[in-house]
């Protein structure tokens, strides 16, 4: 089964989100990946604990009480729970560009998260700790500001980050050349987005990020398991997937306006991808499937 490509336009706008699930209100059982990373943390009343499992990349790992997930971008997973207990998932999902943000000389985030796949990110976390981050997501949740909600949710997020860069650094490193392949493939990710109706070639973002296109095309597929043009694709159909379900306007114009010159070919790619055809799927929607 291949998996999802679920794009932030799907979860969030900005640069982040916090969201809480439980089984009433879950996402979804799909073998997904997104361009974003996540941070998920599990809290459950049954007796031993036990939620279930996640696999990621293929490896899986048990969900129980206290779990802390780190998530890289393009990572495969998919969550399995088997509790019949209440639980809760906290989740945050922010771009790549906060966890830059947030990053210093003496704090290098991508320390942690470029190497998250690791099984040692799977531990469930102390009492103490579980209280801590429970204790942040409520903060988050009872934001009431008039004025600086924004501000104040930024800091609740770099607090987490302090958090998590303490409980899970023990030396590990990045090196100077990646820690530029992972600020490179962060800002093309954010042109891509903002400029999928243009021009995307490999030789236009080649030139656009000043490395060579082969260059480009290595360090995009080792940082997210994935190849640009595959990316751009994906992030194209997501984004008519949108504005079909959205707007009125006619499908001929949305493939143009994601970057299809040939509607033949976006009709193709659109069914290809999703398993139905652009029109069949604005009709599903207008007919509330």
Known sequence: MDALLFSKEDIYHGNYVFTKRDASHEFTKALHY?????MQFYVCESADG????????????ELRQGSLILINMFDVHQIDITCREPYIRYC?????SLLLFACSAESNLFNIFSHCTDGKYYKPLTPQQIATFAALYSKHEKLRLHNGNDILGKAIILEIFAYV??????GQSISDADSKGLATITELIN???DHLSENLSLE????????STFHLSRIFKRYTNNTLNKYIVNKRIDRAKILIKTTDTSITEISRNVGFNNYNHFYRTFKAITGINPVDFRASFSKGL
């Open 165 to 170: 860069y303490d409980i899970f650094y023990d």
């Open 204 to 211: 236009m973002l080649a030139e656009h990020a000043a490395y």
């Open 34 to 38: 997104h361009d974003f990373y996540e």
């Open 92 to 96: 945050v999902s922010f771009d790549s």
């Open 191 to 193: 042109y891509i987005e």
């Open 50 to 61: 036990k939620i279930g499992d996640i696999t990621i990349n293929g490896v899986k790992h």
